[in-house]
């Protein structure tokens, strides 16, 4: 009988506990975040697409165009475009195709890319009803007013023309110059190759 | 020809008042929950998401009317209809203010405890109807609780009626005097259990309109949504409806029966405001109750009403009479 009693006063007690704790919540201020209208703040480390990471020093972007994210991509996501320009160092990045539709998320490219020129963005507002709006040219996203042209170092313009020209004359020497433009290029990555 | 305009008028305004309260007590619910639990509850359809019951029952109507095959089909079709039927009725008998009462007279306490259990009823002709099996467990579970509750609920109003003498509603609210202390909850010279009997039917009425945490009739977890699980577009939301119908009812009754109805607390400007306040805060208090506490089992649920209840309630009764025949 003592236990029933015993059993009615501690259960009534919990329920007020229960209440007021309830109470307590009611008149604090809701913490949920209003999402359309807000938005979170994201972690550093959160992974998002993949993105070119703007070097604070160039301006741009600090892709050498190796492809070694391209290479190591296991979904086969990544398309590096690159070209060779004359006076410049090294191949230019012309595009950074993501195709975000079969990216898993796994952070093959990232760990690979030597120079860091790749990172995780905190992009995850991600939604669209055509699949085409998911394959991204990260070139664009890094520079949408406008991609940015390499400088030209006047010195290495100076030498690639005399090595060209020396091409040139080889090859006129060999066959007559019929196409000028495939030569030009031809002589351009054996100049890459070299160097 | 003034009597007929005088039906009409208070049936408009009983019509009114009864549909912004089953269409808002949802918004107030789910307002309270959501503070309850700090989120924000509907806040983008109108002002503080004021046009929500709009936008719900708009679509519940847009919705296509499907009927089970193994169905019971006119059972299925009348469910509905036979919960929101005494719903709506049971306010003939409430008296909002001295004057404001739609028809007075003596067996008020009895038609409400007489079509409240209809209400159970049909809650089984739904359960059994839909020709589910979860819906029919749902609506033994309901009635089996309807009975058990409605027995110290009954108790604790013979309580009531032994003091007053009279089952017209009215009648009993003006003999709770103007001021709290003369009010049916603390008057204990008429008996000392008389807050603990106050309780007893509060819970009861929890029990009967099937709220949290009694709520075992549509108890998501196990029987989908309960009885009304087979029911889509209005017939879900009759159902709905008369849930918030029978929470008005029960908390106007509790309201009249323990509260002292439209009495002020102070002796001061009685009417159909004091009532509308009290009968709100009981509302709030289950709406507070419905997101505090957990689904009690339905052992702890029937434990509750034969093993405290109903004991309680008896005593209570004994020390009434004695208290009545004594003092």
Same mark, same amino acid.
């Given at each position: 009988?003592?236990?029933?009693?015993?059993?009615?006063?501690?259960?009534? !007690?919990?329920?007020?506990?229960?209440?007021?704790?309830?109470?307590?919540?009611?008149?604090?201020?809701?913490?949920?975040?209003?999402?359309?209208?807000?938005?979170?703040?994201?972690?550093?480390?959160?992974?998002?697409?993949?993105?070119?990471?703007?070097?604070?020093?160039?301006?741009?972007?600090?892709?050498?165009?190796?492809?070694?994210?391209?290479?190591?991509?296991?979904? $086969?996501?990544?398309?590096? !475009?690159?070209?060779?320009?004359? $006076?410049?160092?090294?191949?230019?990045?012309?595009?950074?195709?993501?195709?975000?539709?079969?990216?898993?998320?796994?952070?093959?490219?990232?760990?690979?890319?030597?120079?860091?020129?790749?990172?995780?963005?905190?992009?995850?507002?991600? =939604?669209?009803?055509?699949?085409?709006?998911?394959?991204?040219?990260?070139?664009?996203?890094?520079?949408?007013?406008?991609?940015?042209?390499?400088?030209?170092?006047?010195?290495?313009?100076?030498?690639?023309?005399?090595?060209?020209?020396?091409?040139?004359?080889?090859?006129?020497?060999?066959?007559?110059?019929?196409?000028? =433009?495939?030569?030009?290029?031809?002589?351009?990555? !054996?100049?890459?190759?070299?160097? | 020809?003034?009597?007929?305009?005088?039906?009409?008028?208070?049936?408009?305004?009983?019509?009114?008042?009864?549909?912004?309260?089953?269409?808002?007590?949802?918004?107030?619910?789910?307002?309270?929950?959501?503070?309850?639990?700090?989120?924000?509850?509907?806040?983008?359809?109108?002002?503080?998401?004021?046009?929500?019951?709009?936008?719900?029952?708009?679509?519940?109507?847009?919705?296509?009317?499907?009927?089970?095959?193994?169905?019971?089909?006119?059972?299925?079709?009348?469910?509905?209809?036979?919960?929101?039927?005494?719903?709506?009725?049971?306010?003939?008998?409430?008296?909002?203010?001295?004057?404001?009462?739609?028809?007075?007279?003596?067996?008020?306490?009895?038609?409400?405890?007489?079509?409240?259990?209809?209400?159970?009823?049909?809650?089984?002709?739904?359960?059994?109807?839909?020709?589910?099996?979860?819906?029919?467990?749902?609506?033994?579970?309901?009635?089996?609780?309807?009975?058990?509750?409605?027995?110290?609920?009954?108790?604790?109003?013979?309580?009531?009626?032994?003091?007053?003498?009279?089952?017209?509603?009215?009648?009993?609210?003006?003999?709770?005097?103007?001021?709290?202390?003369?009010?049916?909850?603390?008057?204990?010279?008429?008996?000392?259990?008389?807050?603990?009997?106050?309780?007893?039917?509060?819970?009861?009425?929890?029990?009967?309109?099937?709220?949290?945490?009694?709520?075992?009739?549509?108890?998501?977890?196990?029987?989908?949504?309960?009885?009304?699980?087979?029911?889509?577009?209005?017939?879900?939301?009759?159902?709905?409806?008369?849930?918030?119908?029978?929470?008005?009812?029960?908390?106007?009754?509790?309201?009249?029966?323990?509260?002292?109805?439209?009495?002020?607390?102070?002796?001061?400007?009685?009417?159909?405001?004091?009532?509308?306040?009290?009968?709100?805060?009981?509302?709030?208090?289950?709406?507070?109750?419905?997101?505090?506490?957990?689904?009690?089992?339905?052992?702890?649920?029937?434990?509750?009403?034969?093993?405290?209840?109903?004991?309680?309630?008896?005593?209570?009764?004994?020390?009434?009479?004695?208290?009545?025949?004594?003092?």
């Amino acid at each position: 009988m003592s236990g029933y009693i015993k059993d009615i006063i501690t259960g009534l !007690k919990s329920l007020v506990v229960g209440l007021q704790i309830t109470n307590k919540e009611f008149l604090t201020k809701p913490i949920t975040l209003q999402y359309p209208h807000q938005s979170v703040k994201m972690y550093p480390r959160y992974r998002g697409h993949i993105e070119l990471l703007k070097d604070t020093e160039t301006g741009t972007h600090r892709c050498i165009t190796c492809g070694m994210c391209e290479k190591g991509c296991p979904s $086969g996501s990544i398309t590096v !475009k690159s070209e060779k320009r004359p $006076g410049v160092k090294g191949k230019v990045l012309t595009a950074y195709i993501l195709n975000f539709t079969t990216c898993s998320l796994c952070g093959q490219c990232v760990e690979n890319c030597k120079p860091e020129a790749i990172g995780f963005s905190n992009e995850y507002n991600l =939604a669209s009803t055509r699949r085409e709006d998911y394959i991204f040219d990260l070139l664009q996203r890094l520079h949408p007013e406008g991609v940015p042209e390499p400088e030209v170092d006047p010195e290495l313009l100076k030498k690639e023309l005399e090595k060209k020209e020396a091409a040139k004359k080889e090859g006129a020497a060999k066959k007559e110059p019929a196409k000028k =433009a495939p030569a030009k290029e031809g002589g351009a990555s !054996k100049a890459e190759e070299k160097s | 020809m003034n009597e007929l305009i005088r039906l009409l008028a208070y049936m408009l305004g009983l019509a009114a008042f009864l549909g912004l309260n089953l269409a808002y007590l949802g918004w107030v619910e789910r307002k309270g929950a959501g503070h309850i639990q700090r989120r924000t509850g509907p806040k983008d359809v109108g002002p503080y998401g004021l046009l929500q019951p709009l936008a719900d029952g708009l679509k519940l109507m847009s919705k296509q009317l499907l009927i089970p095959a193994n169905a019971d089909r006119p059972l299925y079709m009348c469910a509905p209809i036979l919960i929101m039927v005494p719903a709506v009725l049971l306010f003939v008998a409430i008296p909002f203010g001295e004057h404001l009462v739609p028809r007075e007279f003596n067996f008020g306490l009895i038609m409400m405890f007489a079509f409240a259990s209809v209400g159970g009823l049909s809650i089984l002709i739904g359960g059994w109807g839909s020709g589910n099996k979860y819906s029919l467990i749902a609506g033994t579970r309901a009635v089996s609780q309807n009975v058990a509750y409605e027995i110290p609920m009954l108790i604790t109003a013979i309580n009531i009626v032994m003091i007053t003498g009279s089952m017209d509603l009215n009648e009993i609210v003006r003999q709770q005097g103007s001021y709290f202390w003369q009010w049916n909850v603390f008057r204990l010279d008429k008996s000392i259990l008389m807050p603990v009997s106050f309780l007893v039917f509060f819970i009861c009425s929890l029990a009967e309109t099937n709220r949290t945490p009694f709520d075992l009739g549509e108890c998501e977890g196990e029987l989908v949504a309960g009885y009304h699980t087979e029911y889509g577009g209005m017939g879900f939301g009759l159902f709905m409806m008369a849930e918030y119908a029978n929470l008005v009812i029960g908390c106007s009754l509790t309201t009249i029966l323990f509260l002292g109805g439209w009495q002020c607390p102070f002796g001061l400007f009685p009417g159909p405001h004091w009532f509308l306040i009290k009968m709100y805060f009981l509302i709030w208090c289950f709406v507070w109750i419905r997101w505090t506490y957990p689904r009690t089992t339905f052992w702890g649920l029937l434990n509750l009403s034969w093993k405290y209840l109903i004991p309680f309630s008896l005593v209570n009764l004994l020390l009434t009479a004695l208290f009545i025949k004594v003092f």
